[in-house]
């Protein structure tokens, strides 16, 4: 079945590593995006990717980096610079940018010690 | 102000019961989505509406775009219904997500 895969669902690391959250998604689609989940808040995007070897920032990029090499990929890292890193983080995809099939993983939560 | 509102923020009742979940937006949109997460994390999307009704199952979402107004109804209420339900705009290509409603539906 399609879908996207999101791994690890938990990761912990130490304060001042980067991190990198995997997605995977084989649904075909060309839009893929990043969001941060934090208690008693909406979702944030963090970043958006329209097509292979393009991405933008969403409303809370700092501290984050992405990558989109592949349709299928589109990996997250999470680096020294964000304040704040502890949170629950979300992957998605649509046929295209704001387009149908909005799909979800089922996210991996990260803790910094 | 958030653009997009839920209420209630949370909301527990009995097995059976009819459940209506709010949600009003500010802006100009092109579709509204329910989606609905489980305590694992994952989300899944429930209705995609940009007019009038939909009806799956003993889910029914609702939206007024006059007023900018959707709810989300559930009918005979289950506990496997139990979960938050989040309401998402699409608007400029984007998705603007409410903080959600935690439903709590005991036997």
């Known amino acids: 079945d399609g879908g996207i895969t999101q791994s690890p669902k938990y990761l912990f690391r130490k304060e001042g590593q980067n991190v990198t959250l995997s997605c995977e998604q084989n649904l075909n689609h060309d839009a893929m995006y990043w969001y941060r989940q934090d208690p008693g808040q909406g979702l944030r995007l963090i970043y958006y990717s329209q097509i292979v070897n393009d991405f933008q920032k969403g409303d809370i990029a700092e501290g984050y980096s992405v990558s989109r090499e592949k349709k299928e990929s589109f990996p997250l890292t999470v680096t020294s610079a964000q304040k704040n890193p502890t949170a629950f983080y979300l992957c998605?995809?649509?046929?295209?940018?704001?387009?149908?099939?909005?799909?979800f993983g089922s996210g991996t939560r990260l803790t910094v010690v | 102000k958030n653009e997009v509102e839920q209420s209630p923020q949370n909301l527990t009742a009995q097995e059976g019961e009819f459940i209506t979940i709010n949600c009003s937006y500010s802006?100009?949109?092109?579709?509204l989505h329910w989606l609905q997460q489980h305590p694992g994390g994952g989300i899944v999307s429930l209705f995609m509406l940009s007019s009038g009704k939909k009806k799956h199952g003993r889910l029914i979402a609702t939206i007024n775009i006059q007023e900018k107004h959707s709810s989300l109804h559930i009918t005979a209420s289950h506990p496997r219904d139990s979960a938050v339900y989040i309401c998402?705009?699409?608007?400029?290509?984007?998705?603007?997500f409410g903080q959600g409603t935690r439903l709590t539906i005991n036997p």
């Open positions: 802006v100009g949109i092109s579709a």
């Open positions: 998402a705009v699409l608007g400029a290509q984007k998705l603007v």
């Open positions: 998605a995809s649509s046929t295209t940018l704001g387009g149908y099939g909005y799909t």
